[in-house]
């Protein structure tokens, strides 16, 4: 494949990244690898001493593990549905942004279902999941819908990198051991840029952002069904799906802010992801906010009015008693906040855009908190003499171990991702020659 | 606001999100290392007594836990018959989870006072955790029989009560039913004075397979007798089957409705119809790169 001189003196740029771990991302990596390895061992104590040592009882018998499961998940849903829809509507800025909406979906939703298991108490008896699967049972829908939306979302990732990846087998810019280009060979499968393989690939990239964008509505309503399936207050309501889909799509949306701004930083990619970019995204996020907030309204609003007895006592838990100070975080920080910094021109800068998206992503959180857990404390048949901590639950240092070393997990996925291939498409820029504001076509600026 | 202040920001939420939430991520339960003193406990003791010459008499031990009272399991119980000059031990029993210790014993085994009554005393002796109490209570034996009575198309049960050769009259009496959880009431009366009283029966009550229903007749609490029941098994119900029925196509039976299998089908068929496409393609490329 002919490589522009561009795409070669882009490529320079990116070598020191591509070639070789840096100490500082050596540092990374070990930092991370001891937070997983710290998870590892709460998981130990999970296996060895069993679910006692977590904070889950009779009562609550999901807790942080499942919310952060639906937290990874909605993330993992964000990214496909944005890569999706830029690349239908074809916006002109979608370029930087789709490689990394899509390595997003890819992660997360490798991550997210890793938290579920944790929840099963019986590793050996996982399999029964699947050779006594129901097709009545939410949960299968769940196992289905996930696991087809996670091919979807890999041939996705795959579409958007195979002219990359037959760049990276052709190019003389970058020093690549053997082995490496080995892979990025077999990967590129003979692609050679020719109108039959271009054609090829687009259709490709068409069809499987045609199939998507209603699929993650779909999956998204399927995750919100394993709630809205039971009759417990607060989860039996048929506005869960839509207020899931909405939920997934804004918290995805915060955290593909953040990733922007950091790849923004570490690269210095000002020219990539720009100040527009942000405020675009920004001008999402509003919107979805906006949106969270109509439904979330709704929601609570009937519950409240309905003043069911069952219903009433989760609302009092959320909005008057015990949870009304993560309400009012979370409300405030998804709905309020995001809306306030990019309807006002004065706040619409990159760094408080950024900043809305990491309150919006840390209050989507804390929002799946209190949709899990005040519901599970308000069971419609309590236990006579139930003892007083099955019916308040806290986690355990256990299950923040090990939330601790999903969410490693997660950034060291990116960070070997950010190895191994560059975080946005190089064949889509064969026209770039500015990096930081440095021409990098001038030999003299960058590392030979 | 410069980057370092929004990344120091940044910081400073993620820190406080993590340590103020949820409060409290200690361990649940601690045991103080004091030693306990030991809980006073309260004993109940009554009795039943039955058809075919048996009493069962039933202790409850309770004590005041976190302001109030608990049934305590799994505490060892003393039965014992006395008279006015010697002591006969009846048997032992062990309180359950509801705190109750149940003793069947036959009613000829319980010696006698001269007044022909029986003196009976239940005793916890105590352990580490509780005190030790007793209760003791005196009945005189009597006898609750049941006659069913069919006639026409109605059903009725006659209940007499007797102490001794002699009728008691005056006193309520109460028909129950045996239903899977707690026991139907069907009917009540007072004894006339021969000790008789006729209560109707309801018809058409569901019954085992062959129509069978056990009915009792309870005196309740008699501040001479006790608590006095007499069962009996009469044909007077319906019969239903105890076998499970084929289920219907419903969401809790084997087989999904058939909605569900189509719209399955359809959603999974178009979806992995696109990835067969799609992974056609990446082959043609292949193909063609190798042809090239």
Known sequence: MNVTENQNATLKYFAPHLEKFSTRSKMWAGFLLALIAFGMFGLYKQIVDGHGVTGMRDYVVWGVYIVNFVFFIGVSYAGAIVAGILHLLKVPWRRPIIRLAIMLAVISAIVGPFFIILCIGRFDRLYYLFIHARLQSPIIWDVLAITTYLVGAILFLYLTLIKDFAIYRDTKALNLPPWRRKVFKALALNYQDTEFQKKQVNVSKTLISIIMVPMVVIVSSVLSWIFGMTLRPGWHSSIFGPYFVLASILSGVGVLIMLMYAFRKIYKLEEYFTDKHFVYMGWAMLILAAAYGYVTFSEYLTSWYGSEEWDSRVIDKLFVKEYSTWSFFSTISVIVIPIVVVALKPLRTTNMITLAAFLVAGGMWVRRYLIVVPTLETPLLPIQDVRPEYVNYSATWVEWALTIGGLATFFLFFLLMAKFVTIFSISEYADKTKFAGIDITDTKNVQQ | ?292
């Open chain 2, 1 to 292: 606001m410069t980057s370092s202040k929004i990344i120091k920001f940044f910081g400073l939420i993620f820190v406080l999100t993590l340590w103020g939430f949820p409060s409290t991520v200690s361990a649940q339960d601690e045991e103080s290392g004091e030693e306990k003193e030991q809980i006073r406990t309260r004993a109940s003791l009554s009795c039943v007594q039955k058809n075919d010459d048996v009493i069962e008499l039933r202790m409850l031990m309770r004590a005041k836990i976190d302001g109030r009272y608990t049934g305590l399991p799994l505490l060892d119980v003393t039965f014992a018959a006395t008279t006015d000059s010697s002591e006969v031990s009846l048997g032992k029993a062990t309180t359950g989870d509801d705190g109750i210790a149940t003793l069947s014993v036959n009613a000829k085994d319980i010696p006698r006072d001269t007044a022909n009554r029986m003196n009976l005393i239940a005793e916890f002796d105590g352990n580490e955790a509780f005190k030790g109490s007793d209760d003791d209570i005196e009945i005189l034996p009597a006898l609750l029989a049941l006659e069913p009575v069919e006639e026409d198309s109605s059903l009725a049960v006659q209940v007499t009560l007797t102490a001794g050769d002699e009728p008691v009259a005056d006193e309520d009496i109460s028909l129950f039913v045996k239903r899977l959880f707690r026991p139907l009431k069907v009917g009540e009366g007072t004894t006339d004075e021969d000790g008789m009283v006729t209560i109707d029966f309801p018809m058409g009550m569901p019954g085992d397979p062959e129509g069978n229903l056990e009915i009792y007749a309870f005196l309740e609490d008699h501040s001479d007798f006790g608590n006095m029941k007499t069962t009996i098994t009469q044909a007077w119900g319906t019969p239903v089957s105890d076998k499970l029925e084929d289920m219907p196509r419903a969401l809790w039976s084997p087989n999904p409705p058939l909605w569900m299998v189509l719209a399955f089908i359809v959603l999974m068929g178009a979806v992995w119809g696109h990835y067969g496409v799609i992974v056609y393609k990446l082959l043609q490329i292949k193909r063609e790169g190798q042809e090239g």
